[in-house]
């Protein structure tokens, strides 16, 4: 059965306590009537439930209701109430029907304050509504934030369950060797992890892993090859702005030269140094260190 935007505002208030003794008892009504009514108030209970777990109880201190009392004037004896005598009543002025000039304006005022009224209660209720969704938005977002960086803060119904996953490794056969791995932590003076950079001994190409470095605006990060062999820094070219940069321009590289390198980033202009030679002093700095060893040949029998 569809409903009017009235009767789901109707709804939700429910869930929320926030009707009137009329209201609430409108709804309740309408729950004994109507079994797909109960589930729209239901469906509300669910999605507005997770407020009631993020909030504790809160028990009002005893003076809170002597200063309730005080505030609406019971907290002293209540003095007597004195009607105001009413005036005579002047004689009418027979100048028309009585029912043809009063029931008309009196119909139509009516007609206009009951609109009003309806219409401020529609605004009343869905205001409500929104408030209580705005407020369920941000709850949401805190669980989301705490389980992320401080799950343990959590209750056990909240958190997520982790997931297993099986992995297959298989063990390489004889004679089906594994090329060589090199990899080298650049970081910097602090000793954090900027990047990862890995070299494959047998195409000799490299992947850059930007790890927790983020460059200034308008400037690049710039990969150089620094050896005692070479007369001046090699440009191995900018790293770009995804998580990984993949080249192979070792490849010119003889493999003494690649392993014994220091790998350094510099900041550089927009686009990388211009004419090949660096602009900054290194900010990140590492050597590559062998981490798969190079295939060996099966014995022959």
Known sequence: MAYSEDHIALAAEYALGTLDADERAQVETMMALDRDFVAVVQAWEF???????????????????????????????????????????????????????????????????????????????????????????????VVLAVEVYQPDLLPGALRSKPRVQFVEVRTPQAGQGLSGQYVAILQGQAGAPAFILTVDATTKNFTVRKVGASPEPGKSFELWLISDKLPRPRSLGVIGGSDFTARPVLSGYDQDVINGATYAVTVEQAGGSPDGVPHSTPIYTGKLIETVPPATPAPNR
């Open 47 to 141: 999605r507005l439930g997770a407020l009631n777990q993020m909030v504790g109880a809160v028990e009002p201190r005893p003076e809170l209701w002597e200063r309730i009392r005080a505030a609406i004037g019971h907290a002293a004896p209540q003095a007597p109430i004195v009607l105001p005598e009413a005036p005579m009543p002047a004689a009418p002025v027979q100048t028309a029907p009585a029912e043809a000039v009063i029931s008309a304006p009196v119909a139509l005022r009516l007609a206009d304050y009951s609109n009003v009224i309806r219409l401020t209660a529609q605004a009343r209720r869905w205001r409500t509504v929104a408030s209580a969704m705005s407020a369920l938005a941000a709850a949401l977002m």
